[in-house]
């Protein structure tokens, strides 16, 4: 009984509310909102798609693989934004914070249109390098020049969103969001079935969407820099301190990238069917991990703003209350996950094949779930107290701990959903487990929280 009572102490302990929760929940649930919308309607999108057929639907996964690998590796555009302006905001400089998210959504309109005109012109080249059947690959290239459209609107609301969380605001992005992703849904239904574009449609109804989130941001940016008296032209030295401080994060970002891509590289060699399974098993793990992405969120503004108000005690006790809600909420959403995984195959394809394949894959990323939350949240810790460096160089080691595990599926899984399930196990507990323990290493040690407005 003393040992069934201590643990139910310790767990009555880590419940009990703390001064710091009121913080990190005013920022997390309204993140959680707007992270889990855009998941939530990607289901929607798959799900969509994939009563198209098989070729559509794994087409949409080498698409959605190439076309968030971009744009993932543009997401310092809000992760080197939001510290950025929340040192600002804690030294008391809210003028200079404002600025600086100002010179991030320069830099992402400027990259954004580069990207795009390069994007268009490329896709049909980018989704062969994949080696999928020619009908998968049609359906690939004509979602992904489409989507092209979109790029630079994606870039501009990652910007203005790091800015807004930087000043500590995470409800507006959630109202923004759940509008956008919602007449999301409604235009990709009217594009594809009612209008009979098919895959190109689903594309064309997010671009749409994506660029009336734009306009809103627009609008609110304007608002903020009129109040502080911050300039709305871009300033050449801002923009500099945005790019090189992105840089850093920007390598770190393609390293998670890589380790993806190399997952449906995978994925695509074990067979089509195979690869259009992998597809929701990584749309349900992504859902997943931008749910739990909010604590990370909620931590990178706080750690932030706690640093440049030079408190670092209060940076320590982030830390440790985000990590303990962000096991919690991966042990609970896991737990659904797998209770789910059986019951789940029938909302994302009419395909018997396709839909035999997923149960084991889904359970298993339900049970990663936990250090999923421990890897997360212990990543925006560092992002928000602008230790890029080191998630960089490290990021590049779990990728190469992950190759070999990779490799091991791809001469020794079956083509069949014992093969995708290996594939599965190999990311959420291989490569997540490998930056689990890199990124716990650091936040151990104290050379990590270097105080004030700038890094």
């Keep these: 009984m003393s040992v069934v009572g201590s643990r139910v102490g310790k767990v009555v302990k880590l419940l009990r509310p703390r001064p710091v929760d009121r913080d990190i929940l005013r920022l997390a649930v309204p993140a959680l909102g707007s992270l889990i919308a855009e ?59 404002v600025a600086a998210g100002v010179d991030g959504v320069w830099l992402a309109l400027g990259l954004g249109v580069v990207l795009a005109a390069a994007g268009w012109f490329a896709s049909p080249a980018l989704v062969g390098l994949f080696g999928a059947s020619p009908a998968v690959t049609d359906q690939a290239a004509q979602y992904l020049q489409v989507s092209m459209l979109g790029l630079p609107a994606m ?25 956008g992703f919602a007449a999301n849904i409604a235009l990709n239904y009217l594009f594809i079935y009612v209008l009979g574009r098919g895959i190109a449609g689903s594309a064309l109804g997010t671009v749409v ?11 609110i940016v304007a608002r903020h820099a009129r109040r502080v008296g911050a300039p709305l032209l871009p300033h050449h030295a801002g923009i500099g301190r945005s790019a090189r401080a992105g840089g850093w994060l920007l390598l770190r970002t393609a390293s998670l990238r890589a380790a993806i891509l190399l997952a449906v590289f995978a994925a695509t060699r074990l067979g089509p069917d195979e690869l259009a399974a992998f597809q929701v098993t990584m749309t349900v793990f992504s859902t ?36 303990e809600w962000g096991v919690g909420a991966g ?78 599926v791809l001469l020794w899984g079956g083509h069949d959903a014992a093969g995708l399930a290996w594939l599965a196990a190999a990311f959420a507990f291989g490569y997540l487990g490998a930056r689990a323990v890199t990124l716990g290493l650091r936040a ?9 407005a700038v890094v």
């Design 39 to 97: 998941p939530v309607f990607l289901l929607a999108d798959s799900a969509m798609v994939g009563h198209l057929g098989v070729a559509p639907l794994a087409g949409l996964g080498i698409a959605s693989a190439v076309l968030q690998t971009i744009v993932g590796l543009m997401v310092f555009l809000a992760y080197a934004t939001t510290p950025a302006v929340a040192r600002r905001l804690g030294a008391g400089d809210e003028r200079g914070a």
């Design 155 to 179: 870039l501009l609301v990652f910007a203005a969103t790091g800015l807004l969380r930087g000043l500590q605001d995470t409800r507006t992005p959630l109202v923004v969001a759940v509008a």
């Design 209 to 219: 969407a994506q660029w009336a989130m734009v306009a809103v941001y627009a609008v």
């Design 288 to 323: 997943l991990a931008f749910a739990l992405d909010a604590l990370a969120i909620a931590a990178q503004a706080l750690v932030g703003k706690g640093l440049g108000a030079g408190d670092a005690e209060g940076v320590r006790a982030v830390l440790r209350r985000c990590l």
């Design 331 to 408: 042990v609970v959403l896991g737990a659904a996950t797998v209770a789910l995984s059986p019951f789940a195959a029938g909302l994302f394809t009419s395909d018997p094949s396709v839909a035999a394949l997923l149960a084991p894959s889904l359970a298993i990323i339900g049970i990663g779930a936990p250090l999923g939350g421990y890897v997360f949240v212990l990543d925006g810790v560092l992002i928000g107290a602008g230790d890029a460096r080191y998630l960089a160089l490290t990021g590049l080691l779990n990728v190469v701990a992950f190759v070999p595990m990779a490799a091991a």
């Design 444 to 452: 151990h040690g104290r050379t990590w929280m270097r105080v004030g």
